[in-house]
């Protein structure tokens, strides 16, 4: 038969194989299975499923699938036994691991059993093709190695005296081909064999199979005793080509045997798959990182210790892919120019504990690691002996130093740093995967120190708890009292409500370009709305409105500690923000959870007419012209006092007053007034009403817009307390 008929017929016969490959699905989710079998289904693939080990593995023995597709976990068996258990007969098989969780000991098991590839549930549909693509690559290779050798071994036994026809076939085949005698002498050497080593046929001929294949032996080189020793299909081979390059090649061989049935020597028939190799290889690489970074990202978001966290990172990183490194974490001093050593991981970790013990301190100045703190950038010496940041290593004779900053919101919080005692090369790969993990390190160091801030404000709270409760214990046993007497709690809280009453303006002072009036009405006999008017110096009149959470005795308590607290600040009655924020402090060591104050706090100058004034979440008031209807809301941006101190801020505004104004301040539960149809009073009813009888005296103004709310809400009783001030300015 000719050459190329021949060429066309094995052509014919892989497509054929390629196109019967059979799929063996092994999991116990039934909405998977269903969902891999239609995508395989739709590629013309033959689908087997099975639902637990046992039963896929009997499958396979029956059916002898070229792709298993099983999950880790599965109802009987797991899948590392399943494929234990095809890998003791088949090496050939692809097999493929389906896995919900990264577990780094399942998967380096995995990959000693020579797992194909992982596949991460949810299954991704393009990653699955991907991988479908790539294995039917691999199995197509094999089919080629083992259809040509077998070709070639049925040429040689059924040709043995058309010497010309089979050199003919050696020539042309697609594959690499060589044959060698009984001493492992080459005896033929085709194009493709020359291709792969780079070894030209007059080089070849004649030569020891070892000079020209170096790491490997010849598969046939001792005669064999039978048939089955003198066939070897799909071994790996690593060699070192011409260049001494290193080449991963597929081998087969069969003995030949010459007319008179004596052992001739070998012929086998290889493909280059070095591609394939590295590329597998990448894949189990990237694997394994992956679950590195899972491992590492479990054990930062479960870390409570800041040592915990830093000790384990590096461990990992030691035990994983950087078993040749030694890392050390500093991190940066809160108070101090210095980088404070925090772990050490690796082979010399003793001996470097020795020279440089945890709690060692460096500059930040200085060396590579103060390059890297001072630039916020990783930094790669290849050499140290060459680089100009290099100072002095944890290692002696360290060669190369690789360090990257650990940050949080563009905050370097640390170093990550690794030394080398031969010159280090990190690829792309390895490089993400350590700017990803000190990433990790540097939201955990930053989620440590909120907790540990946390936890000294819960201590701080437990201690106003405790005192609390030893005050509730008082208050119920009063209470049980009072619920006996009931008339005297009455009494009690008349007194209660005449005492908070005393703590506002009995009467306002009285100026001839400002006039005040104020209506309080507490939800209960006791609320936690307070105002007042000061007056700093004969220049100045300051007046100022707040609200506590709540209501009822506790808003009470909080109303009586806001005026002695306002006390304390005489000084800075003139300076409406600064007077804020250091009653913003005061509140923020005593109020508890949940409680808080917002005010509105102006000072108005009677030289200038102006009017100075800050605000702390507190409604907006109004400013109302007199002679024509236009409304102003004054605000300025500021939080609330006794929730946060740090970074907190007030804004501070002042105006200049021009002919007569009114001012309105009042309290949220004015506008928060319900119907029965639970709609409220709102902003826009108040301005509606207020425009409509600002030229009523402030008496008479706060009286008309009380009756207009009591009509609103069709009644008397309110769910918070409601406060009013008018201030009518007449420069």
Known sequence: MPIGKIKEELENQIRSRIQSIRILIIDDDDGLRAVLHRMLQSGNYNVLEAADGKSGLQIWKEQQPEIVITDLQLPDIDGLEVLRTIRESDSICEVVMLTGHGDMNVAIEALKLKASDFLLKPVDMDRLKMAMNRLIENISLKFKLQYYTHSLEQAVQDIKHSHEFLESLIRTTPSAIITYDTEGKITRWNHEAEKITGYASGEALGRPFHDLFKLADPLINTEPAGSREGKFENRLTKILDRSDRVIYIARNARAVFGPDGRWNGGIESFLDVTKKIKRDGLLQKRFLQVQTLNEISRLISSSTELQDLLQGSCDYLINSFFRRAQITVFMKDDERPELVLHAISGQYAEEIAGRFPLGYRQNCETGILGHVYRSGAMYFARDVNRDPFFHTGTLRNVK?????????????????????????????????????????????????????????????????????????????????????????????????????????????????????????????????????????????????????????????????????????????????????????????????????????????????????????????????????????????????????????????????????????????????????????????????????YRNLPPHEFLQNLFISVKAFCGGEHFSDDISIMVVDINP
Request: aromatic fraction near 10%; charge should be positive.
């Open 400 to 692: 190369s130093e690789f360090a990257l900053p650990i940050k949080f919101k563009n905050k370097v919080l640390g170093i990550l740093n690794l030394e080398s005692l031969e010159p280090a090369n990190y690829d792309d790969v390895d490089i993400s995967m350590l700017e990803t993990i000190s990433e990790y390190i540097g939201i955990g160091v930053h989620r440590l120190k909120l907790l540990q801030r946390v936890q000294k404000q819960k201590n701080r709270l437990e201690a106003q708890a405790d005192k609390l409760s030893r005050a509730l214990k008082e208050v119920e046993h009063s209470r049980t009292v009072i619920e006996n007497q009931n008339v005297q709690m009455i009494n009690e809280l008349k007194k209660a409500a005449k005492f908070q009453n005393s703590l506002l303006p009995a009467k306002f002072p009285y100026h001839k370009d400002l006039q005040f009036d104020a209506l309080f009405v507490p939800s209960n006999r006791l609320g936690g709305d307070f105002y007042d008017v000061l007056q700093p110096d004969e220049n100045h009149t300051a007046f100022i409105v707040a609200d506590a959470s709540g209501h009822g005795v506790a808003s009470a308590m909080l109303t009586a500690m806001f005026k002695m607290t306002l006390r304390k600040y005489k000084k800075d009655l003139l300076h409406p923000a600064r007077l804020l924020k250091k009653l913003n402090r005061d509140f923020c060591q005593v109020l508890s959870q949940g409680e808080f104050f917002t005010t509105f706090y102006a000072i108005y100058d009677h030289r200038s007419s102006s009017l100075t004034f800050s605000n702390a979440s507190h409604p907006r008031p109004y400013l109302f012209n007199g002679s024509v209807e236009i409304v102003r809301e004054l605000d300025s941006d500021g939080f609330m006092l006794g929730v946060m101190n740090e970074g907190i801020k007030y804004q501070q505004k002042t105006i200049r007053i021009n002919g007569p104004h009114r001012l309105l301040i009042y309290t949220d539960g004015l506008i928060e007034v319900m119907n029965e149809n639970e709609v409220g009073y709102g902003t826009k009813r108040l301005k509606e009403c207020a425009t409509a």
